[in-house]
């Protein structure tokens, strides 16, 4: 057998509004009860696990490969709803999704605080574009830094 991811546990407040909310923005059927859980299938097999805590929830990152119609419904929902969103996970250019690797990313927030991301090209699998535009060019051409690795594109 491989080695696959098979679920993850999401710490939250209230499953049902975090997984609804979840399935409400990515379009995915509503969460299913196994135990004390609300699971959340994903189209690969993958679930999302939510259980609820009273403690201290730590903000977890959970990233979303979407094709390009699933990305236009999803950031369709996210603007809809008026929630803040930004192009690079440090939350340093609000308003406008990446266009790395040639495709399109988002970054938003769930109720609890964990940032949710949606892709639709895996990194690395095409070519970056640069905050100046740049494409393709060395990190010591385009500043060299992190923050030239993530583009805005069109709101």
């Known amino acids: 057998m491989s080695v696959q991811l098979n679920h993850t546990i999401v710490s939250c407040r209230d499953q049902k509004r975090s997984a609804a909310f979840l399935t409400g923005i990515l379009g995915l059927p509503p969460a299913t009860r196994f135990g004390h859980?609300?699971?959340?299938?994903?189209?690969?097999?993958?679930?999302?696990?939510f259980a609820e805590t009273s403690g201290e929830i730590t903000a977890q990152h959970y990233a979303?490969?979407?094709?390009?119609?699933?990305?236009?419904?999803?950031?369709g929902r996210i603007r809809?709803?008026?929630?803040?969103?930004?192009?690079?996970?440090?939350r340093r250019q609000p308003g406008v999704i990446n266009t790395?690797?040639?495709?399109?990313g988002v970054y938003f927030q769930d109720p609890d605080g964990h940032l949710l991301e949606l892709l639709t090209r895996p990194y690395g699998s095409g070519l970056s574009t640069t905050f100046s535009?740049?494409?393709?060019?060395?990190?010591a051409?385009?500043?060299?830094?992190?923050?030239a690795f993530w583009a805005p594109a069109a709101r």
């Open 80 to 90: 809809g709803q008026d929630l803040p969103y930004w192009a690079d996970p440090g």
């Open 37 to 49: 859980f609300l699971v959340v299938q994903a189209d690969n097999a993958v679930s999302l696990d």
């Open 133 to 139: 535009g740049r494409v393709g060019l060395p990190a």
């Open 64 to 75: 979303f490969l979407v094709g390009e119609a699933e990305f236009d419904a999803a950031f």
């Open 100 to 104: 790395r690797d040639g495709g399109r």
């Open 141 to 147: 051409e385009r500043g060299g830094s992190a923050a």
